[in-house]
């Protein structure tokens, strides 16, 4: 009964959504006071009932009710308890529920922290966010119902979650990047009210931003998280792929980074308060789409659910009426005033508006590759090609160069007009100096110099600078400017850190594929590596072929652990690559093909610096969320 009691509770929530996205506006708009609710009630009790349906989920996954079709598809009685949570949302069905959970909870936290006079506004910016929820309920009661029963009931035991998701970052992974994607709803639904109740530039810019910071830190990690499953899970040693779903979620945090600068000036300025709302519209349209594009089932990728093109066109329906409505009532609008404050070209407004055009460029250069071999197949009649890496890094450099040099000055300039810029010299010569520690730092450790990597080692040296000398400039003790500017410290400097591993990464790595038998030895660098062992290991529902590698540098020596695993109930064969990290590179060993009787293929990567890419991502989020927080305490 407890499937049915979910789905009684979804259909609830279905319809109370129904009446939170049209009696504020009717009441508002209409004049009907006599409609007027609750928003912090009906707010909360949406976010219990979807609450209680997720649990029901939950709960028919950990008591192993096959009766329950999207448990028998995604899910075995031999899965461990904690793969089991994961597979929830391990498939469409469950992620949906997810995300409408995820929408709620932004809703929830929007009106109980939001405080203002206009209650009219605030009830519009629910009508709105319900709107859409109940969109997505009714795609998921309709279409994609993952309560639906198996009747009768099969004697069955499950088939199994994708053992590539049998891992611990995929428990954590789906649910960062659903709360990064479904936080953009709050910029969107405030922008589209800014719009119908001519809000001041500066309030309602003050209402969005630090839901935007909080987005986009869901939205980095969520991202970072993947990239570091991605290294370890696949067994092909890379980061990132340029797959059209690591894209598609790409492109909202592009915007989403842009929108929150965009929100910065017209916070403090008053101004770009139009094209804040377009950036607002148009990062939620992207989230939207990535949606569209992951269930619609015209993608091919690791990460895409395989579904019929039907449920496809019922989500591109959603993502057209809401950003052509929103875009419609846009176009229509007369604002009523135009903003008055100027500025030069040597300002701070000037900055952010250079830095958001790279940034929208950019996000509509990657969109473009990746939505392009669709439209050609399209036209050509199924003809079908492929946009590979080298576009995307083509593509990428340029504007990241750019974007860094700007990164680097930005913090300098004044709002208005800048008036000196004696900082430069004393810039450049302080990121010359960092670059060529940094440059003297890898010949010691790798005994060479790679000129592919001086552009990215140059640039995060200037950010980094850029961002630290920041204390020269405000004449602020250590611990004052700690305090006031900890936030763009964190993000400035991990998008330092990130630039450098990506640099480093990108032109130190080695790899090499070997073929040896237990006992058999090679030379690789400055590494002795020798093929130990292969044991049979049993696993709660797989079977394992475990090697022992290890590698010897005269001064340590590494066991490394590297598996074949073959998964029980459907046959699936995955990689688990064994790595041994520390701060400066990573040994990466994966197993390969038996190709004769206990002679393996295996290939053995040295990654020096990749952590550093993580690192630099998570002090990201962490200074998008402080920044968001600090927002809160101002407001």
């Known amino acids: 009964m407890i499937p049915e009691f979910g789905h ?29 609710i609750s928003i912090k009630k009906l707010s909360f009790m949406l976010f219990i009932l979807i609450t209680i349906s997720f649990l029901s989920l939950i709960y028919s996954f950990l008591v192993d009710d096959f009766s329950v079709a999207y448990v028998a598809q995604n899910s075995n009685i031999n899965l461990p308890v904690y793969y089991k949570l994961a597979a929830t949302w391990g498939a469409h069905e469950g992620s949906l529920v997810l995300w409408i959970l995820a929408m709620n909870a932004w809703l929830i936290g929007f009106i109980f922290f939001t405080h203002s006079k206009d209650k009219d506004f605030l009830s519009t910016v629910f009508s709105i966010s319900c709107q859409v929820i109940f969109a997505f309920s009714l795609f998921t009661l309709f279409t994609s119902n993952p309560f639906e029963r198996i009747l009768p009931i099969p004697p069955l035991n499950g088939a199994d979650l994708n053992p590539s998701l049998q891992d611990f970052a995929f428990t954590v992974h789906p649910p960062l990047l659903y709360f990064g994607y479904s936080g953009l709803l709050i910029p969107f639904a405030i922008a589209v009210a800014a719009i119908l109740f001519k809000k001041d530039t500066r ?273 602020l003790s250590y611990w004052n400017f700690l305090r006031k500017r900890l936030a763009v410290t964190f993000a ?74 073959t998964y029980l109930p459907s046959g699936q064969i995955t990689t688990e690559a064994g790595i041994q990290a520390d701060l400066f590179k990573d040994l990466y060993v994966s197993i390969g093909d038996n190709l004769q009787s206990n002679i393996w293929s295996f290939k053995i990567q040295i990654k020096p610096f990749i952590r550093w890419i993580w690192l630099g991502a998570l002090l990201i989020a962490i200074g998008s969320f402080l920044a968001g927080v600090k927002q809160f305490q101002r407001r």
């Not at 009684?8 to 009441?27: C, D, E, R, Y």
């Not at 986009?216 to 991605?230: D, E, H, P, R, V």
């Not at 990535?290 to 993608?299: D, P, Y």
């Not at 072929?545 to 290890?550: F, G, H, Q």
Request: glycine share 8%.
């Open 492 to 565: 400035h400097a991990g998008m330092a850190i990130l630039i450098i591993g990506v640099g480093v990464v990108s032109s130190y790595s080695l790899e090499k594929e070997i073929i040896l038998s237990p006992g058999d030895s090679t030379e690789f660098s400055d590494q002795t590596i020798n093929f130990q062992s292969i044991d049979d290991l049993l696993g709660p529902n797989y079977t394992s072929k475990s090697a022992v590698v290890s590698f010897d540098d005269g001064s340590k020596l590494s066991n490394i652990v590297t598996e074949k695993r």
């Open 8 to 36: 009684l509770i979804l259909i609830v929530h279905l319809i109370l959504s129904l009446l939170g996205g049209t009696l504020p506006l009717l009441a508002v708009y209409g004049n009907y006071r006599s409609l007027e």
């Open 203 to 475: 309030e309602w810019a003050s209402y969005s931003r630090p839901w935007t910071l909080l987005s986009c830190s869901f939205l980095t990690l969520g991202i970072a998280l993947g990239s570091w499953w991605a290294y370890y899970e696949l067994g092909w040693g890379g980061w990132w792929f340029w797959d059209p779903v690591e894209n598609a979620a790409f492109v909202p945090w592009l915007l989403s980074v842009a929108l929150f600068h965009s929100l910065i000036t017209s916070q403090n300025r008053g101004v770009f308060g139009k094209w804040s709302i377009l950036l607002s519209i148009f990062a939620f349209a992207t989230s939207l789409l990535g949606t569209f594009l992951v269930r619609s089932g015209i993608l091919t990728s690791v990460h895409a659910f395989a579904l019929d093109p039907e449920r496809g066109i019922f989500l591109l329906a959603i993502l057209a009426f809401f950003v052509i409505g929103s875009l419609f009532i846009y176009s229509i609008t007369d604002f009523g005033h135009v903003e008055e404050n100027k500025y030069e070209l040597t300002s701070k407004e000037f900055g952010f508006l250079l830095n958001n055009l790279l940034l929208v460029v950019l996000a509509i250069s990657i969109l473009f590759g990746t939505i392009f071999p669709l439209i050609y197949e399209a036209f050509t009649g199924g003809k079908q090609i492929s946009v590979g890496a080298p576009y995307f890094e083509i593509i990428l450099f340029p504007f990241a160069l750019a974007l860094g040099l700007l990164q680097g000055v930005a913090l300098y300039l004044s709002w208005g007009q800048s008036s000196s810029f004696s900082f430069l010299p004393r810039l450049l010569i302080e990121s010359l100096s960092i670059f060529s520690l940094i440059i003297l730092i890898l010949f010691v450790l790798f005994d060479n110099l790679y000129l592919s990597s001086f552009a990215t080692i140059f640039l995060a040296s200037w950010i980094l600078v850029g961002t630290l000398q920041m204390t020269k400039k405000r004449n």
